[in-house]
């Protein structure tokens, strides 16, 4: 599956945004999905994922502000990112996994699937 992310941009402190992630070559609902972040200089970490019975994990740092959606007709992933801080800038990519991890689904080796990453700046 070719992943495409989308939706990134520039926005103030305590605003939002919708990042989209399209799915090519095989159908999402296949796929466990995951969103994931890397900021300047840091390691890619996690933000949330979800698996095909529709249970979400999010990361504490984003719990409560971020919320995940899919549309399997159009083959596409969501993430509405809310109450964003500067310390949400970073660079989004969407992943897709194969298989379920329930205790290692926050780890980046557990998905099969990249797409190329999406910028996000959150000004103060």
């Known amino acids: 599956v070719q992943l495409q992310a989308s939706g990134g941009g520039l926005v103030q402190a305590g605003g939002s945004l919708r990042l989209a992630c399209a799915a090519s070559?095989?159908?999402?609902?296949?796929?466990?999905m995951g969103w994931f972040r890397q900021a300047p200089g840091k390691e890619r970490e996690f933000v949330l994922a979800?698996?095909?019975?529709?249970?979400?994990y999010y990361a504490d740092s984003v719990r409560g502000r971020f919320t995940v959606s899919r549309d399997n007709a159009k083959n596409t992933v969501y993430l509405q990112m809310n109450s964003l801080k500067p310390e949400d800038t970073a660079v989004y990519y969407c992943?897709?996994?194969?298989?379920?991890?329930?205790?290692?689904?926050?780890?980046?080796?557990?998905?099969?699937?990249w797409g190329q990453g999406t910028l996000v700046t959150v000004s103060s």
């Open positions: 992943a897709a996994a194969n298989n379920w991890y329930s205790r290692t689904y926050y780890y980046t080796t557990r998905y099969d699937y």
């Open positions: 070559g095989r159908t999402f609902s296949n796929y466990y």
């Open positions: 979800f698996s095909r019975s529709g249970n979400t």
